[in-house]
Nanobody, 124 residues
Framework: VQLQASGGGLVQAGGSLRLSCAASGRRISSYAMGWFRQAPGKEREFVAAISWSGGGRTYYADSVKGRFTISRDNAKNTVYLQMNSLNVEDTAVYYC?????????????????WGQGTQVTVSS
C-alpha cells in the first residue's frame, strides 16, 4: 500500500489544520492506521492511531489528547488528523502509517507502510 500525506502548512498558534493520508494500492479498511511526527533534532513520536475493528477505536498521545482527532473514511481510503489549538511544540513533519492488523499500536516499529510526511509549522 502507498500512503500520501498532505495538508500540512504554516499556521499561527491556536489555529487548526487537517491532515489527510490517502492510500492507494490496497484498501485500508482492514489496516490499523497511525500518525507519527518528528521534530528537528528529536526522535519520531506517536501522535494518534485508529483501529479498523471495534468501531474504530482511537488512541492518542497525552500531548495531543483533547486537541487532535483521528478519523478514517474507508470509502475514500483516507485517514485524517484534525489538529486544533496548535502550539509551537506541534511543529514537526507528520507521517501517516499503516499496520497490517485490525488493532492499532503506538510504536512505529509495528507499522509496515509509511507516507512521505507533511510539514506542520506553528508560529507563535
Amino acid at each position: 500500500v502507498q500512503l500520501q500525506a498532505s495538508g500540512g502548512g504554516l499556521v499561527q498558534a491556536g489555529g487548526s489544520l487537517r491532515l489527510s493520508c490517502a492510500a492507494s494500492g490496497r484498501r485500508i479498511s482492514s489496516y490499523a492506521m497511525g500518525w507519527f511526527r518528528q521534530a528537528p533534532g528529536k526522535e519520531r513520536e506517536f501522535v494518534a492511531a485508529i483501529s479498523w475493528s471495534g468501531g474504530g477505536r482511537t488512541y492518542y498521545a497525552d500531548s495531543v489528547k483533547g486537541r487532535f482527532t483521528i478519523s478514517r473514511d474507508n470509502a475514500k481510503n483516507t485517514v485524517y488528523l484534525q489538529m486544533n489549538s496548535l502550539n509551537v511544540e506541534d511543529t514537526a513533519v507528520y507521517y501517516c502509517a499503516a499496520r497490517v492488523s485490525r488493532d492499532a499500536r503506538v510504536s512505529g516499529v509495528d507499522y509496515s507502510y509509511w507516507g512521505q510526511g507533511t510539514q506542520v509549522t506553528v508560529s507563535s
